[in-house]
């Protein structure tokens, strides 16, 4: 998980600058930590960090969540509560007042939803803040007598009437080749370019595999040249690992809601299981979604491809292992799925992870996407493939930890 794009998102003014800056530190200032870390238990976030004092306990992937959560919530960056985040003297443990208020506002939003919501993550950084410092005080005629906007619940309600999950599923399969071909489907491994948050370090060249029913791996290696580092995502079926080199982190092993994540991710590679991925399934009433606009610098890859086309969807929410919340989006005209949107846990709320899916097209008679764009709070990936094979022999270590990082 990068944790430096997080200015990326499109209504964010000072976007590029910003996360360039991030990005260099997180070079700088990480790549020790993940050469050093002993990595034959994963380590918990106050064994890997020097100045924990209430996000102790915790996953390295559910820290780095909140750090995006708040950064997010806020419309932070790293350096606004970090000393020199975004140079070579970055001082991520140093204290300084907003990492101190910060500290606070978790106890207090904590204690909140304890005293008031039996412990239920009800209010969050984001209930207050809006992108904002200091939350609004007083509401605005304007926005009172101005055009609403529509923002869904996380949560949905399952309201009689609609068309259940399991048709909705139906309709997925039959799209998607049909249950008998799709049965066939043991392996995929697809070649392709990915360009990160707003290009930094020029085109990665692109590998995912993954194998039925749960393998996946997401393997974007970039030029030497650009000194980006290779970004990878391994899943084996059991345990998971993600290498950023542009993070504090560098590479950790997933153990929180990530990993979770990663399962489910893995799942849906394969569309004839997906009946037997989630649990708890409701279907909530169709809506419209717009793809998520490509960092800027890949029009020139894209050619046109993206745009900010809207669908009407079908939308599935079922949840996964240990909590995960996972809402599918699913075409109405085509029945393909659209979006994966995924909520992992932290200690402040849930961290949304969504992976959208387009271009579909015909592999041995089976429909994939060859253009995925995974977006987490802190960063994009936007990959484009160019070449998908189904039932070829994959390399099991591609699936495992990925190899040692190079000397820089
Ligand atoms: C709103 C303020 C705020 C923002 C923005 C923020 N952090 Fe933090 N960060 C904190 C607080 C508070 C802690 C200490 C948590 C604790 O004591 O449990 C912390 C701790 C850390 C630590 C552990 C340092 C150590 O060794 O003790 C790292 C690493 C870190 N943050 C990275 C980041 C990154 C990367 C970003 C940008 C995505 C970020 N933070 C954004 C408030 C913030
Ligand atoms: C119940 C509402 C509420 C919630 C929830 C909340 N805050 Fe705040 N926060 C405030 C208010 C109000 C202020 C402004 C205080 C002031 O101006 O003295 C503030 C100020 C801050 C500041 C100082 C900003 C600055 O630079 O002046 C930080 C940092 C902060 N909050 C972080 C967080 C984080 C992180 C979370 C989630 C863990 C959070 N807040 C949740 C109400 C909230």
Redesign the pocket.
């Known amino acids: 998980m990068t944790l430096s794009g997080h200015r990326m998102r499109p209504w964010s003014g000072r976007g590029m600058l910003a996360a360039t800056g991030i990005a260099v530190a997180g070079l700088i200032g990480g790549l020790t930590a993940a050469q050093t870390a002993p990595q034959e238990k994963p380590l918990l976030s106050d064994q890997v960090f020097k100045n924990v004092q209430v996000l102790k306990g915790i996953p390295v992937d559910e820290f780095l969540g909140?750090m995006g959560?708040?950064a997010a919530?806020?419309q932070?960056d790293c350096s606004?509560?970090h000393v020199n985040a975004g140079t070579a003297n970055v001082d991520w443990p140093a204290d300084t007042?907003?990492?101190i208020?910060?500290?606070?506002?978790?106890s207090?939003?904590a204690t909140?939803n304890q005293n008031n919501f039996g412990g239920r993550q009800l209010?969050?950084?984001?209930?207050?803040?809006r992108n904002r410092?200091?939350?609004l005080?007083t509401p605005t005629l304007a926005t009172i007598y101005g055009t609403p906007t529509v923002e869904p619940d996380d949560v949905i309600t399952q309201i009689p009437g609609l068309d259940s999950p399991a048709s909705i599923f139906d309709r997925y399969i039959q799209a998607s080749g049909g249950p008998q071909r799709l049965a066939g489907l043991t392996s995929i491994s697809a070649k392709g370019t990915a360009v990160g948050f707003g290009g930094f370090g020029g085109d990665g060249a692109v590998e995912i595999v993954a194998r039925a029913p749960d393998k996946r791996s997401t393997i974007i290696l970039f030029k030497a040249e650009t000194n980006r580092g290779d970004q990878i995502r391994t899943y084996d079926g059991r345990t998971g690992w993600v290498r950023t080199p542009l993070n504090v982190v560098g590479e950790f092993q997933l153990i929180g809601s990530d990993l979770d994540g990663a399962r489910v991710d893995a799942q849906l590679s394969f569309p004839g299981q997906i009946k037997t991925i989630l649990t708890n399934l409701k279907s909530g009433p169709p809506t419209t979604i717009t793809d998520l606009p490509a960092p800027t610098s890949q029009s020139s890859v894209l050619q046109g491809a993206i745009g900010n086309q809207n669908h009407i969807v079908d939308v599935v929410q079922g949840t996964g292992p240990r909590g995960l919340l996972v809402t599918l989006y699913f075409d109405q005209q085509t029945g393909l799925l659209l979006r994966e949107l995924r909520y992992g846990l932290s200690p402040?709320?849930r961290v949304p992870t969504q992976i959208d899916f387009a271009d579909y097209r015909d592999v041995n008679g089976i429909k994939l996407p060859f253009r995925i764009t995974y977006a987490w709070l802190d960063g994009r990936d936007a990959i484009l493939l160019n070449e998908i094979q189904t039932n070829v022999p994959v390399d099991e270590a591609k699936f495992g930890r990925p190899a040692p990082l190079k000397p820089q």
């Open positions: 909140t959560i708040m919530a806020l932070f606004d509560c007042p907003r990492k208020m910060a500290r606070r506002m978790v207090m939003v909140i209010v969050t950084c984001w209930t207050c803040h410092d200091k939350p005080v402040i709320g």
